[in-house]
């Protein structure tokens, strides 16, 4: 079984590494946080990891629009480093902002590889605030290679917090991201029935209710909801209800099936 | 750093005194007469304080923005004597800076003689910091000291807390005004070498369907504000992932000329890398943002009245928020903490580096130098003056010996933050400024920090003691879901939504609860993956009893923050205290502000709860009056186990329903009386045996025999028992003839009594014995059960039905009432 080393990637603005890290190395993942000019002074290599996490934040204040410095500084400045990673199979997983970021590189959905523009965007939510709240996944067996272990149709539990989620695209994109079964997480409610656009079921007015997707390969993934802040039982909204606190919450499985994904590699 | 000292230091004769009026503010360009431009090879002037006449001084004082007194001037005038010269401008802002309200804190550390003929001299030392040295915890690590106050927590850390007010800046910028005063309390707490992991936010706003017409020239409309500053807050915290998890937002008449905000941030601190030791030869290093002309006079702008004219007058003492620029920052601060390279930090805030540089200096028996020409500019044309004072956000001020200046910029360099060398510490004591090799300031620190002192008139105003006598409205329920649409009770959802409180995966208990986004009474935080130990935060803020009694409301907000504490499961409090007052220099303001410092002393100490750190902010006065008192009390606990803590939804329907604490006719102030629009009544009050209650629950808590707490506040018993019941859809029967009371009292009274110190307790079926042994001696008393019923019921004293209204209904009336649109 292959060791899993993390690289938490991380620019100005970059913040949710801290609960990343905190959730891998429960884990016993070798987790490093590592601010890109790192990678870009060659002072570590993106190669000794085989797994990439492009955690939540503001990078770069999110200015023109949420992600796009970052994933054009990724796109130009490491692309050469990044192919390699995705071709030999390694994970990628952008969360929130890390997922804006995938988006904006031309990375998701990548459905003809790397795209020079972004196929798809996350746009400002249709509530048009920032929406810090709980919400309800429901789980899409698809091409996503890295999440096998959750069972298809498994609802989740997991905060959302952004104020640009909202995944819009045009028909044909849209068509094509269903049909080659690219979707992983939709908003649902909660008994796993489709949100259908309702607020605050869906929280941003995804069309089709998306939360996540993952590339045509199905090893780079990304999902606006933050998997590491629903990871032990006292992070959960009700766990108060519980007479016995459970250890962990809906978001382990997530980090868990990602794991298992790369020591199989 | 080598300069020469040149000719300003005496130039008698140059200058002469105009008798016109001078209408050209000072920043408008160059000045005359009064002012002489030294021949530099940039701007700068020599000010003729040696000939000036008290007229004059205080011309210069009003012309300069250094907004000092006669007596002040006065002593400059006095200071420059014995040095034989006239200030520099440079000079003279330090001074203003330096002397100002906010940063010297002049009247609490003054003299104040009362109208009942006692003298206190220094007011904060009397009061606020006498009940931290007469409980002498050993658990209080730093207070009152540094940039914020710190106090244990577990395995080798503290916790560090500071709560700021920014209300001059967000009556007049409500978006940069709230969010710079997060990033300024923020790096508070940078400032002790804390990693900031929470930010608090509390508010105060006119009634949001305030009459436009009603509005004076200049002042913005309460909903515009409450808009801005909202968005401000979630702005600064969100962006630079800090979670905002505990707060309030408060309406009332008397905010509509001056909002009210206070924003507060939380640190983790582990002790072994507190570095406080400083020396001379030991390097300045200016990091962060650039300086530039935002920020300009923030400090005197503070501690000065709001005008008409304030929002063209003092725009430029707004700063511009950037919290991409400070998280960079704060990522860079902690490595060089980490990696024990620095002496000192602190960061610079009101009177920028003039501030920051006098106060290292000064605390650690140096002089300094600082070379202003090395400063980076966002504006090249800047005057050294305006350099040296200007408040631009995100920067912090470092001290380290100079060998370790190359690795600290290299690590600023990694982050992306640019950074510095300014200056050095010095062995004499003086405070020395030089702009391109010239030296524009060199002032002796004793004087500087030993401004004269001041003397303010507290006028003791008679509290009035009467209730108001009225008919009991027939329709209760109408009364209860007319309260739960209070703008003071319903939900702040909309606006906690818009504020990531998740960020960082700490908050064990959120400030919504649960799916149905109950009103926590506290915040917890689980800081530490190797620890179960929890920071425990909640707030009190009672502005309407102070319209009563300040002394009660210092009081009730003590109480309520400490209750609000205990009822997650929060213990060892420590307080923070935040004063928001109108014009100390008026008697009547003076003495209402005196009884609430006498209250936090009497009531701290009775709690034996330390203040840990604090902050005035004077002078909130408008065209339309003074502010409506408002005192913040934050409360800091701990929790030993973040698994008991506890949430303020009822959890099993059957579980019986306790209330501990007495009930007494004390509705003076409450939302009660204002729904009804009656005025006066008996403000509630603080009674012996507070404590024990506190106490008392805390132990049931550890033993495991409660399974929800809530506090009755702003609506009473009816109001706090319909929020459980919201929280988590659940009913509940009440019995009210099972309250107990002081006195008998109508049952509308005791409904909605704001009596203190009250908790109301969801008991596990099978611990109902051992809950009511253990709270033996307290007024205690089961009033009802938890139903899986769909309805609120509540029986009258003689059995029938006084109120039943559906949860849904409450539930829907309470979250619909408050909208950000």
Redesign the interface.
Known sequence: MLDVKACIIR??????D??TK??L??LGVKADII?M??LLKKRVNLEDYNLLVIP???S???YVRAGAIWGKKLAFKMRRDLENFVNEGKAVVGICNGFQVLVEAGILPGLSGLSNHPEVALATNSSA??????VHLRYHSSRCRLLSKIADGKVLRI?V?H?EGRFVASKEVLDKIVELNLVVFTYCRPDGSPANGEYPYNPNGSMLDIAGICSGEGNVVGMMP?P??A??G??M??W??QDE?AAYGDGRIIFESIVDYIKGL | MIALRTSWTRCVGDYWLTPQKISTKWRCGPLINIYRKLNFPFEIYEINILEADDIALMKISSDTGAGLSLEEMRAVKTYFKSEGRNPTDVELQTIGQTWSEHCFHKTFKGIVKTSDGRVIDNMFKTYIASVVKELNSEWCFSVFEDNAGIVDFVEGYAIAVKVETHNHPSAIEPFGGAATGIGGVIRDILGVWAEPIANIDVLCFGPLDYDYLKLPQGVKHPRYLFKGVVAGI?HYG?????PTICGAIYFDEGYVGNVVVYCGCIGLLPKDKYFRKIKQGHSIILAGGRTGRDGIHGVTFASAELTEESEEKSRSAVQIP????E??LKRAIIRIRDEGLASGITDLGGGGLSCAAGEMANKYNCGAVVELSKVLLKDPDMKPWEIWISESQERMFIASPPENVKRILEIFE???VEAVEIGRFTDDSRLRVFYKGYMVADLSLSFLFNPPKVTRIAKIEKELEYDSKFEKPKDLNDILLKLLRAPNIASREVV???????????????PL???RAGPNDAAVL?PL?SSWAGIVVSCGIKPSYGKISTYWMAASSIDEAIRNNVCVGGRRWALLDNFTWGNPEKADRMGSLLRAVEACYHIAKLFGAPFISGKDSLYNESPLGPVTPTLLITAIGIIPD??K???M?F?NPGNPLYIVGLTRRELGGSEYYKLLGLSGGLVPKVYEGARSICDKVIKAMDLGLIRACHDPSDGGIAVAIAEMSMASGLGAEIELSKVPLSEPMREDLALFSESNSRLIVEVRADKEEEFEQLMAGLPCSRIGRITRGSSLVVRGYDGKVLIDVSVDEMWRTWREALT?R
């Open positions: 620019v100005g603005g970059t913040n949710c801290f609960e905190v959730a190395e429960d601010h000019n790192q939540g934040g503001f770069y204040g999110d605030k920032y929406e810090c709240r709980w905060p917090g104020g933050h590491e802040r990871y032990f006292w992070q909204p009700d108060t209800l606190l | 979630a969100n962006n630079m992932g800090i950037n919290p991409i620029e998280e960079k990694d982050e992306d906690i939504r818009t504020y990531d409180h998740e960020v960082k995966g700490m908050t064990a208990i959120k609860q649960g799916w689980k993956p973040v698994r803590a506890l949430t939804d959890k950000l």
